[in-house]
Nanobody
């Protein structure tokens, strides 16, 4: 049974930083592309960042490029999202997602497995 467990969310002031973690179990982690999506109240879930399974190539939404960094540790079955220079518009529930070997990494439909989410709130 595949499980993805996010942690690291919280309340932070604008300009601050947070590091999200997603621990995966029940899968061969190194064979999965991993991603972070987010969903703000009243909005659709949107792509934030992804990292491929083989070369660890990374992809970012324009809104977070230069501020967020996605990384993975295959030995720990964990993917991270380092978020710097946070803005109030980054406030959302952040979800970790996994896709076997990948596909279109920016698309929600690519990902078969999802975590429960962790709340990130950025105050102005």
């Amino acid at each position: 049974q595949v499980q993805l467990a996010e942690s690291g969310g919280g309340l932070v002031q604008a300009g601050g930083s947070l590091r999200l973690s997603c621990a995966a179990s029940g899968l061969t982690f190194s064979s999965y592309a991993m991603a972070w999506f987010r969903q703000a109240p009243g909005k659709e879930r949107e792509f934030v960042a992804a990292i491929s399974w083989r070369l660890s190539s990374t992809y970012y939404a324009d809104s977070v490029k230069g501020r967020f960094t996605i990384s993975r540790d295959n030995a720990k079955n964990t993917v991270y999202l380092q978020m710097n220079s946070l803005k109030p518009e980054d406030t959302a529930v952040y979800y970790c997602a996994a896709a076997y070997y990948g596909g279109v990494l920016t698309s929600r439909e690519t990902y078969a497995y999802w975590g429960q989410g962790t709340q990130v709130t950025v105050s102005s």
